[in-house]
């Protein structure tokens, strides 16, 4: 099972960047999978997540409104569009999936498979 993030890269504040993660060895609609950021020095925190048990999307309250996450089933790939980005939003991105449904679906804990990350940075 592997899950592999691509897309970051250095953006103005108020620009606009999409993430990606290919996940291989799974079958992706069986799976809830997240997004999650990790900026230096502070905790992993959940940006959005897909939950399979009640087809919801949910979004952090941080980012609600301006990032967008979806899926492509056929190509076994999930996006992450995030606009109106702020300096607050740098940080390295990570998705992260489970078979199991999530409880709370911004606890790292809560997902069993993890890609590697991609840097997203937000400066002038």
């Known amino acids: 099972l592997q899950l592999v993030e691509s897309g970051g890269d250095l953006v103005q504040p108020g620009g606009s960047l999409t993430l990606s993660c290919t996940t291989s060895?799974?079958?992706?609609?069986?799976?809830?999978i997240g997004w999650f950021r990790q900026a230096p020095g502070k905790e992993r925190e959940g940006v959005s997540c897909?939950?399979?048990?009640?087809?919801?999307?949910y979004y952090a309250d941080s980012v609600k409104d301006r990032f967008t996450m979806s899926e492509d089933l056929a190509k076994n790939t999930v996006y992450l569009q995030m606009n109106s980005l702020k300096p607050e939003d740098a940080a390295v991105y990570y998705c992260a999936a489970t078979r199991f449904e999530v409880a709370i679906w911004y606890r790292p804990a809560e997902y069993d498979f993890w890609g590697q990350g991609t840097q997203v940075t937000v400066s002038s």
């Open positions: 897909i939950s399979r048990s009640d087809a919801m999307t």
């Open positions: 060895g799974f079958t992706l609609a069986n799976y809830a």
